[in-house]
């Protein structure tokens, strides 16, 4: 059954205060908010639709250190700053009982953003990669279950170098974020 994280609500950081607190990377995690532009009219329509809905809140799991949250999330906030969901952001290290809730792969990968409903009920999460970026840590789990090999290292360094390939060099990666936002959502 998935946790109630309503105890939780107020317990965050609004993202504006989440920016502004930053202490590593705010220069990169501004730039990618500030090139987010929305693919396409219909997204940005259902993203500006949902402020018709008061039965949604959004809690993230977040550090300043982590690469992923500072490409990632200035998409998010984008998205939901349109909605009028109320957000907040859980520093990891602070939450480590509710990241522990939400592991990926069996490890602690940020970010995770967890839909609730009002009531704090867990409807679906998203993170910490766009699906055909995460594919690359998939597919190295899989292939690589002894954290002791020899090759274990120089095998992880392969994959976050194939990582950073799938974001690309250009925002093109920040339009697969909101298509699976877009679709997590309708299912709510």
């Known amino acids: 059954m998935a ?3 309503s105890h939780k609500f107020g317990k965050g950081l609004p993202p504006e205060e ?3 607190n930053m202490t590593q990377n705010q220069e990169a995690f501004q730039d990618w908010y500030q090139r987010f532009e929305w693919a396409n009219a219909e997204d940005q329509a259902f993203f500006e639709s949902l402020n018709h809905r008061d039965d949604l809140r959004v809690l993230i799991l977040a550090a300043d250190w982590c690469g ?7 998409v998010v906030f984008q998205a939901l700053e349109i909605t009028g ?3 907040e952001v859980l520093i990891m290290e602070n939450h480590l009982e509710i990241m522990d ?3 990926t792969l069996g490890g602690r990968s940020i970010p995770v953003v967890i839909f609730t409903d009002s009531g704090g009920h867990v409807l679906g999460t998203w993170g910490p990669r766009p699906a055909h970026v ?3 840590m998939v597919q190295f789990k899989a292939e690589n279950k002894d954290r002791e090999a020899a090759d274990y290292q120089d095998n992880l360094t392969e994959t976050r170098k194939e990582i950073i390939k799938r974001y690309g060099e250009g925002t093109e990666y920040q339009a697969a974020i909101i ?5 997590l959502i309708s299912g709510f």
């Open 179 to 183: 298509r699976e936002l877009r679709e």
């Open 18 to 20: 989440f920016v502004s």
């Open 68 to 74: 992923d949250v500072v490409r990632n999330i200035p």
């Open 85 to 87: 969901i109320p957000t």
């Open 3 to 5: 946790p109630n994280l």
């Open 101 to 103: 809730q939400f592991l």
């Open 134 to 136: 995460q594919e690359a």
